[in-house]
């Protein structure tokens, strides 16, 4: 059987990882400041991540969501402290976009209705219609024929303020967006779109599966404003590589038996993995980490002239490029042999570990110097 060709692939294989770093089958080192979208937050094969998997292995991996699984209690208390949120309840899933897909309807069935406000250049994942295509009508009520989406420029005030009405189920945003090129809601965006969605109604879902898991210096993007969410969807991060997603509920929503589900979501090792997460996160004070070296990241890039709009928080952070240096990441990879990220037409995203070091920082630095001398003057 031959895979499915839907990804343009480098052809770099790696087959090892530690920290920021990658070895590929020729036993080649690169630098990860991108961590496969973002997911790598703790850095790969932290010795405490490592060691709770195996543990876990050696004990139970899977049963369904019909025992108790004090393992998810546990995350669910220590994700609570550790992200402001403590009040509310935790779902646990696969995937960013199952995440966003659960939040979605669960606005649904709170407030019956099925229109939401979305943004430009927003990503918030790839699955559409399995709920639509399920004849159970207590899992598709109240919204058979799925959700009206109203898609707005982001940050435009007078725009948001036309669409909101009693009719919005919910308005969907994220953190910062990522796919979309590193492109934050400002503070009081953000709190505008609180007060009116309370006004009318209307659950305010923060996307916080790329921006989320302390990536800014702060637990969640959104806090920088002051803002607390209805929803909040996170992932990536949140494993370090394990498959795991969850939904954050405002503890006002009731949940039922049967409202939403999930056959592999909290499983014992996502459980243990997610949890050992958040322990180095804490342990290690990874967020202060993030903030410094975006911090510094931020600073030193402005005084490359070629790279244009700077625009980022903690480790999560975007510049453009000029046409004529659009190779530079392809430049920075296979000459530099460092990771980093893109988003269209011509935006190098840095998303490394939050535990990278200054040592790898400043390597970045002298990369991206030697790389820029050398297109500028070829
Ligand atoms: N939301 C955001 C902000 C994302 O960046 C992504 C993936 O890139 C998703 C949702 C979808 O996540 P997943 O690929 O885990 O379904």
């Known amino acids: 059987m031959k895979l499915f060709d839907v990804y343009p692939l480098f052809p770099i294989e790696p087959v090892k990882a530690s920290g920021s770093w990658l070895w590929d089958k020729e036993g080649k080192k690169y630098l990860d400041l991108y961590g496969g979208h973002a997911v790598i937050s703790i850095g790969h094969n932290h010795p405490h991540f490592v060691e709770a998997l195996k543990s876990q292995l050696d004990k139970i991996s899977f049963y369904s969501n019909s025992v108790t699984n004090s393992l998810q209690e546990k995350l669910a208390e220590k994700l609570g402290q550790l992200s402001g949120y403590p009040n509310h309840q935790l779902f646990l899933c696969n995937s960013g976009a199952e995440a966003n897909e659960n939040a979605l309807k669960l606005a649904s069935f709170v407030n019956g209705r099925k229109k939401v406000i979305a943004f430009k250049k927003a990503f918030?994942?790839?699955?559409?219609?399995?709920?639509?295509?399920?004849?159970?009508?207590?899992?598709?009520?109240?919204?058979?024929?799925?959700?009206?989406?109203?898609?707005?420029?982001?940050?435009?005030?007078?725009?948001?303020?036309?669409?909101?009405?009693?009719?919005?189920?919910?308005?969907?945003?994220e953190g910062s967006q990522?796919?979309?090129?590193?492109?934050?809601?400002?503070?009081?965006?953000?709190?505008?779109?609180?007060?009116?969605?309370?006004?009318?109604?209307?659950?305010?879902?923060?996307?916080?599966?790329?921006?989320?898991?302390?990536?800014?210096?702060?637990?969640?993007?959104?806090?920088?404003?002051?803002?607390?969410?209805?929803?909040?969807?996170?992932?990536?991060?949140?494993?370090?590589?394990?498959?795991?997603?969850?939904?954050?509920?405002?503890p006002d929503i009731k949940p039922w038996s049967?409202?939403?589900?999930?056959?592999?979501?909290?499983?014992?090792?996502?459980c243990a993995a997610g949890l050992s997460v958040l322990e180095v996160i804490e342990q290690e004070d990874l967020m202060t980490n993030a903030t410094k070296l975006g911090e510094f990241w931020m600073e030193q890039l402005k005084s490359f002239s070629e790279i244009k709009a700077i625009r980022g928080k903690g480790l999560m952070i975007g510049f453009d490029l000029p046409d004529e240096l659009a190779s530079l990441r392809k430049d920075l990879l296979f000459k530099q042999s460092i990771f980093t990220g893109e988003a269209k037409p011509n935006t190098v995203r840095l998303l490394p570990s939050l535990a990278l070091s200054k040592t790898e920082a400043d390597l970045f630095l002298e990369a991206l110097s030697i790389e820029l001398k050398q297109t500028v003057s070829s």
Do not use: W
């Not at 639509?132 to 009508?137: F, K, L, R, V, W």
């Not at 921006?211 to 806090?223: D, I, V, W």
């Open 124 to 173: 918030h994942g790839r699955t559409s219609g399995a709920v639509a295509a399920t004849d159970n009508p207590k899992i598709v009520a109240p919204f058979n024929a799925g959700h009206e989406i109203v898609f707005l420029p982001l940050n435009d005030e007078q725009a948001f303020l036309k669409t909101i009405t009693t009719e919005i189920s919910s308005v969907i945003i």
């Open 178 to 250: 990522g796919v979309g090129g590193i492109h934050f809601p400002t503070d009081s965006f953000l709190q505008l779109l609180s007060k009116k969605c309370k006004e009318v109604g209307a659950l305010l879902i923060l996307d916080e599966v790329q921006s989320g898991y302390g990536r800014t210096g702060k637990f969640f993007a959104h806090q920088f404003s002051g803002i607390q969410a209805d929803l909040i969807t996170i992932a990536k991060g949140m494993g370090n590589g394990f498959p795991i997603g969850g939904l954050l509920i405002h």
């Open 258 to 270: 049967g409202m939403l589900g999930t056959t592999f979501g909290g499983n014992y090792l996502a």
